[in-house]
């Protein structure tokens, strides 16, 4: 909904205000929303939000063939609403040669989440239990619908969510002057400050940073077991468990502490010189953009205030009537209330953890430009400018749960993944299989924080980028129907916003994905000049005019260069790599394909020759636990160009001035020319340096007809 008025207090006086407001609700429900399982016959167990429980038969491919599961299976339920408060000020004010605006731009955002997840309980069956007899059991034997009517689940879980409600406040201010300094010169000259406020979570539920530097709470009993069975890559001593989650609270409900404000000032001219005779203009400018910051793209983190719990199934044990485990009693213990933050950095250890950079700063762009427009022939009009632009502070996202730097090296060395006597084995409450399992690989020991999953703090403003083009336009227009329009681009985009190892202090330095350094557009049209209207034949009869007026014809050619290949974690050999981005065609018999490289110039790459012109990958290894040191992408390996040719006839059948039929035929990608897709680059892939698909569509021809009245 939005309001607006516009007053005007004197002939060079003019307001503007606007008043806008927007919902946006995003709700995922079932036929099952609602439902409470005990109407089933299920335990009464508290819930968050009732849906009907969810029932997975697992061996049905060999068991019961049809039925694979009862209740929701693929939708996760749940709502996202979404209100935006805003207010925008504009007032213009004309003062002799200046054109002066100014105002602000206030907005709020609120967004709610609630995933109900199982908060039915979801249970599983497959034909273990009633395929074992004793201690054997016989896979080609038993049925999951069996289990299913004996009560007797393969495993079950049940949800109990918690619900987020974030607010985040932004103001903007700005003013600018439009100076007619002469009749040949203008000037541009403004100015704009931007805040985004911290975000908060208004129920004091939600995470609000990591702690790197502190001991965690399960941290003395870990190093001690540790202690009891080093392993000699790793040190007693040097076996360390720090950092956790940190909460939010009724009393500080900030997520994340945004601290810059921006001020981002602006400048530009545009001058025609006399001594050109007015037909030239030059154009250049400057200025600072500000990227907004949205916390909650990556959604409300709350680990710790949502518990899964686990049915405690033993696998074969036969069942007894009401037991444990069993669909009658399938959680003895009741459902484990959520933790919340009473645990501290101990909450949601042993699992994978999100959270905000807890120092969110305001990425920002500068932007730069020179150019030159000239008129001539009068007909013609040429332009040719320069632009260029920065990215500083770009929000990334940062892995800091790594493999020490000092444990590996530029070799592969598959031993750090051997598995090692766990230390963490019985102290982590919900620590899942770090918890459960009595041996874990020597890696996870090795982190900076090995208590922990995968951790991924969001929106670090560690990124960066740098933008230089070349553009040239030419366009052409007449009176007898004819236009002419060309472009072309030469540019260079780098950026630095991915780590090429999670242990580097900053992110690569490399060519961008979205870099297409060659850029060409020419486009004709031309409307044939005979026929009603038209330059010959003009008040020809309206019976010549049909079948001799009203036709036009275009056509159009594009050329984009191909985005560049990125390359996983793969050992050059040395051997020259012989790239052809379209060497896609089929060698001998139809499952044979020629790879696009040479795919022994990579070490990993086990290869056999089987023509003397391809070589076939059979598979091969790729380095683990390195240090990677051959980068991701260059400049130099692309994927296949654009360049594509398009065309097409029009015929008009002119009712009156402003009334016609139009008949059109159109031939898209007219010469049929694929562009093949990327390589294969999996090197542990048979089709490794293969091309096996294209990136655009065949050739399309197509009738229509359109009625204009």
């Known amino acids: 909904m939005t309001l607006g008025d516009i007053v005007t207090f004197n002939p060079s006086t003019v307001a503007e205000i606007r008043l806008n407001y927007t919902r946006y609700s995003q709700p995922s429900y079932t036929n099952g929303d609602g439902f409470n399982p005990s109407k089933l016959g299920l335990p ?28 929701a299976t693929t939708q996760t339920p749940g709502t996202a609403p979404f209100n935006s408060d805003d207010i925008f000020i504009d007032v213009i004010k004309t003062f002799k040669l200046h054109t002066m605006k100014f105002g602000m731009d206030g907005r709020k955002f609120q967004k709610g989440n609630f995933t109900f997840g199982n908060s039915g309980g979801l249970y599983n069956f497959d034909n273990g239990f009633t395929s074992a007899f004793g201690a054997d059991t016989y896979a080609a034997t038993g049925s999951d619908l069996a289990g299913f009517l004996l009560g007797t689940p393969s495993s079950a879980s049940y949800d109990y969510n918690s619900h987020a409600v974030a607010n985040q406040t932004y103001l903007g201010l700005f003013a600018q002057d439009d100076w007619r300094v002469r009749t040949d010169l203008t000037l541009n000259v403004g100015l704009r400050v931007d805040k985004d406020f911290s975000p908060n979570e208004r129920e004091g539920t939600a995470v609000s940073g990591f702690d790197f530097v502190d001991a965690n709470p399960y941290g003395a009993a870990a190093m001690a077991a540790y202690s009891a069975n080093p392993n000699s890559t790793l040190t007693a001593a040097n076996f360390k468990v720090l950092g956790g989650l940190t909460f939010n609270s009724a009393g500080n409900t900030k997520i994340s502490n945004f601290t810059s404000t921006m001020v981002s000032p602006r400048i530009g001219f545009a001058y025609s010189p006399a001594l050109l005779g007015k037909s030239t203009v030059v154009r250049g400018g400057f200025g600072i953009f500000v990227i907004p910051i949205f916390p909650f793209n990556n959604g409300i983190q709350q680990q710790g205030f949502s518990q899964t719990t686990q049915a405690p199934i033993v696998p074969y044990a036969p069942p007894t009537a009401n037991g ?18 009473s645990l501290g950095l101990g909450t949601f250890v042993g699992q994978a ?24 022939f009068k007909s013609w009009l040429g332009e040719v400018f320069y632009e260029g632009s920065t990215g500083r502070r770009l929000p990334i996202n940062e892995s800091p749960n790594f493999v020490q730097r000092q444990y590996e090296t ?17 102290i982590l409450p919900n620590g899942g299989s770090l918890n459960s399992g009595k041996t874990v690989a020597l890696t996870q020991l ?37 236009s002419i329009l060309a472009n072309y681009q030469w540019s260079k985009l780098l950026e630095a916003v991915t780590f090429l190892n999670n242990s580097d202090p900053k992110p690569e330095y490399r060519i961008s994905q979205y870099d297409h350094s060659t850029h060409a557009v020419i486009g004709v049209s031309y409307a044939l000049p005979y026929g009603r209207g038209r330059h010959f034949g003009a008040t020809i009869p309206r019976y ?8 036009n014809i275009a056509s159009s050619w594009f050329y984009q260069q191909g985005a560049p290949l990125t390359f996983g974690n793969l050992t050059p050999t040395g051997q020259a790599l012989n790239y052809n981005p379209r060497q896609a065609t089929e060698f001998g018999n139809a499952s044979t394909t020629c790879p696009s490289f040479n795919i022994n110039a990579f070490a990993n790459s086990v290869s056999t020759t089987s023509t003397s012109v391809c070589k076939n990958g059979n598979g091969g290894t790729q380095p683990s636990n390195n240090i990677r040191t051959f980068a991701s992408q260059y400049s130099n390996l692309r994927a296949d160009a654009l360049n594509d040719w398009d065309a097409s006839l029009l015929k008009n059948f002119n009712f009156t001035d402003s009334s016609y039929l139009q008949f059109r035929f159109e031939g898209f990608n007219v010469i049929n020319r694929p562009v093949f897709s990327g390589p294969n680059l999996t090197a542990t892939s048979s089709a490794f340096g293969q091309i096996t698909g294209t990136q655009n569509s065949n050739r399309i021809v197509q009738l229509g007809a359109r009625l204009v009245f």
């Open 544 to 551: 010549l005019d049909l079948p001799l007026g009203g036709w």
């Open 446 to 482: 090795l982190q900076t924080y090995p208590e922990f999953g995968t951790l991924t703090e969001y929106n670090v403003p560690a990124g960066s980028s740098i933008f230089h083009a070349l553009d040239l336009h030419v366009e052409h227009r007449t009176g007898y129907g004819l």
């Open 353 to 376: 953890v999100n959270f905000l950079d807890p120092n969110i700063k305001n990425g920002y762009s500068e932007r730069w430009h020179l150019g030159l427009q000239h008129q001539f």
């Open 410 to 426: 530029t070799a592969s060395n598959p031993g750090l993944s051997a598995s090692v006597t766990n230390p963490f084995y019985g």
């Open 324 to 341: 444990a485990g069993t669909l009658a009693n399938p959680f003895p213990n009741g459902i484990t209330p959520p933790s919340g933050s």
């Open 44 to 71: 009464s167990l508290a819930s968050a939000h009732y849906i009907f429980p969810r029932f997975f038969f697992n061996a049905f491919g060999t068991q019961n063939g049809t039925v694979t599961s009862l209740g």
